[in-house]
Nanobody
């Protein structure tokens, strides 16, 4: 497991942008797939995006494709989620995640071995 701490959430108007940051501890960061999930009130946690160990490939949920961009800096043990064109339906707690395996086109929460504490993103209409 790897300790994860998110930051960057907040309140933004529809159409605006936010950048989430997840900082990891330890020397094994580059061994993990990294990504983001989110959970809205009264809904299950859902996959948002993940990035491969070397950053060479990314996968997004259809609901955020074209609006969100995930990236990582292995030298800084950090993963980012740039969120543009935000919509009210993007309102949720966003969780950083780390794991050793993924599916090709999505990431199951059961495959995640480490979670951050979450950061709230609220998009007003």
């Amino acid at each position: 497991q790897v300790p994860l701490v998110e930051s960057g959430g907040g309140l933004v108007q529809a159409g605006g942008s936010l950048r989430l940051t997840c900082a990891a501890s330890g020397r094994t960061f580059s061994n993990y797939y990294m990504g983001w999930f989110r959970q809205a009130p009264a809904k299950e946690r859902e996959f948002v995006a993940y990035i491969s160990r070397n950053g060479g490939s990314t996968v997004y949920a259809d609901s955020v494709k074209g609006r969100f961009t995930i990236s990582r800096d292995n030298a800084e043990n950090t993963v980012y989620l740039q969120m543009n064109s935000l919509k009210p339906e993007d309102t949720a707690i966003y969780y950083c995640a780390a794991g050793s395996t993924t599916y090709r086109s999505r990431w199951s929460s059961q495959q995640v071995s480490s979670w951050g504490q979450g950061t709230q993103v609220t998009v007003s209409s």
